[in-house]
């Protein structure tokens, strides 16, 4: 099952879709990685839908991406004696640790990590940002306020601290116990929410210890100004615009978005466009304009892959939505303007052999009749590199390892394939040039370009091109070594 898009789609699932006959069609329908909301669902829920998408990608065939998403540190404030209050703007409200229920005045707020860390000035926010809190005084136990933005606050609403970096561990005990769970389940990629500093990234990777690939969001003001050191010790980048709309104003989002990708792509690290793409599609089987052009925007921009959420996991139309999703990036990358802009915010970086392979493969696919580059690796990062590249023909992945093609899953244009072991230059042509044919990339006639790393299964060493035919009696009459 070929795609014929590039850029790869991530579907949550959720009371709507956990079903193997639902992933089945999912799949089908355009779905190349499924994404597992830790903030939601039973741990046998949780197994459940991993064995069902296993049970899925055995019968076609082919490598699908699991990504877990755990939930981070939630803070929300306390309960309210007689419902819901409304705060007007410029009135006084207190935060504290009492934990009598709230009134119009205070209410609990049960994270003193949060006292600690606020100032005279700072910001706080309720209720996805509906409601706007400026600090006047703050104790170890209290924070009094001013509202500016008024509005309802009721029972156990979120509360967001966007202008101060909280001394909170971006891993809770619920998130150690989840992703224990799931690293055991063999998911593929773990996401990692409240993200704020590198070490928060680290002591994620430590605890996987190398049984899922470390994916950062990137949903937190600290997160952006960090973002270099963030994207260095990551494998991956999710930039989740929900929380960000929040906690930054909403049209610092867009340049925000452009720039986390193209420098991901500069790093060669997959990343995901995410939140309200297709919001909705929930409630109605066709998208909105706006929701067209936002999920073109980023497919444009050279997200390795763009994410469906609730409109999957819980939405009425879950596979409407994915199908919506697949139709747009087909007909984007159709565009003549999609490769100019690929191809303008392509950055040279050659300082490596590596670098220089996959950029020569690049070129000479494009400048000649060459239908396909076909590359072998072991870690991944040969196809991540080629991925980087964005080139016009196709990509595929050749690894004998099933976890490395299930996450090359989430990567611009990668389309994966399980090999055998392979211990001779020869056979990995051999093996591209009957992949490139079965899979419907080229012809017997055709030529294709074959990447790969003397010695074989060696993780780093990519250090040899050849552009070999596409038929297995030239290549041995070419090469009868």
Known sequence: ????????????????????EMIARLHAAGADVFRLNMSHGSHEEIRR?????????AEVGRPIGILADLQGPKLRCGVFADGPVVLEAGQKFRFDLDTAPGNATRVNLPHPEIFAALRKGATLLVNDGKVRLRVEASGADFADCTVVVGGEISDRKGVNVPDVILPLAALSEKDRKDLELVCELGVDWLALSFVQRPEDVIEARELAAGRAAILAKIEKPAAVNGFDEIL???????????DLGVELPLESVPPIQKRLVRASRAAAKPVIVATQMLESMIESPVPTRAEVSDVATAIYEGADAV???AESAAGKYPIEAVQTMNNVAVEVEQDPNYRDIIEAAREARRTTVADGIVAAAREIAETTNIKVIACFTQSGTTALLVARERPR???????????????LCLTWGAHCVRTGDIERFKMAVVSAARAA???????PEDQIVVTAGVPFNVPGTTNILRVAPCEERLIYAHDPE
Request: charged share 30%; aromatic share 2%.
């Open 1 to 20: 099952m070929r795609r014929m898009r590039n850029v790869k789609i991530v579907a949550t699932l959720g009371p709507a879709s956990d079903t193997k």
């Open 49 to 57: 839908r991993h064995a069902a998408i296993r049970e899925v990608e």
């Open 232 to 242: 260095e010790v990551s494998d991956g980048i999710m930039i989740a615009r929900g």
């Open 307 to 309: 994410m469906l959420s």
């Open 393 to 407: 023909v196709p990509i595929i992945a050749l690894t004998p390892l099933e976890r490395t093609a299930r996450r």
């Open 437 to 443: 044919r079965e899979g419907g990339f080229a012809t």
